[in-house]
């Protein structure tokens, strides 16, 4: 077996030991999901795209070569029959060649699998995350309900309980309280006041305008009429 096939059978047993590893029942997607959150995880992960993308080059290069043997040594046929041993150099030649198709197949299948397994695990762990806050989140809503049914303070949410009881011990002074609204109420007559001055300015800007375009066109046609006068003097 040449370099190539043995580095790619070498591959291919240690994708099944991975395969298998990942597939154990007792060790769970958070542990997973830890271990691909670790530094010696993320050190292979920051290039983890172009590494993964080089492998199937090279795996794809290694599996049309078996391809290629495959064709090549399937219609082989032993043609000279006084070579010793030649019809069992032809069927170990194509026995190569099957092998390697089947190696080359069985690793790319697997890096697949393995890229596949890898993702699923991540995002079952993320979902299990998910799932136990919004579990804890469910319980602790259910003992505040509880805690406001009851008026049990030890079953209500202490975040909630801060709250209510700051919102009950907040005093409000009705002279206050009518002295803020009648400053709001001439605060807002104010501004009306200053609105309706600010119209009317803007009113007696648009009749100026108006009036200065009328002008100006006036002007114009005068200018015009004066100038077509003067033309028609010089060519008399």
Known sequence: ??????????????????VVIL???FISPVVWQKF??????????????YYFNFIICIFTLLFLDSIRELRKYSGFEVKDLSLPHAEAHAHMKQFRSQRNFYIA????????????L?????????????SAAARKQAEGAHRHVEGLMSKDPKKMDPKELAASSDASGRFINP??????VSQLKKELEKA?????TLREQY??????????????RKLQIKLAITSGGNEASKDK
């Open 1 to 18: 077996m040449s370099f190539q096939w043995t580095f790619l059978a070498t591959f291919l047993y240690c994708e099944l030991v991975v």
């Open 23 to 25: 597939l154990l029942p």
């Open 36 to 49: 691909f959150k670790s530094r010696i995880a993320k050190a292979f992960t920051a290039g983890a795209k």
């Open 105 to 116: 197949g069985f690793a790319l299948f697997l890096w697949f699998v393995i890229h596949r």
């Open 118 to 130: 890898v993702n699923l695990l991540s995002s079952c762990a993320r979902e299990m995350a998910d």
């Open 175 to 180: 002279k206050e309280h009518d002295a803020e």
């Open 192 to 196: 009306h006041e200053d609105m309706d």
């Open 203 to 216: 009113d007696n800007s648009v009749r100026e305008f108006d009036k200065l375009n009328d002008e100006h």
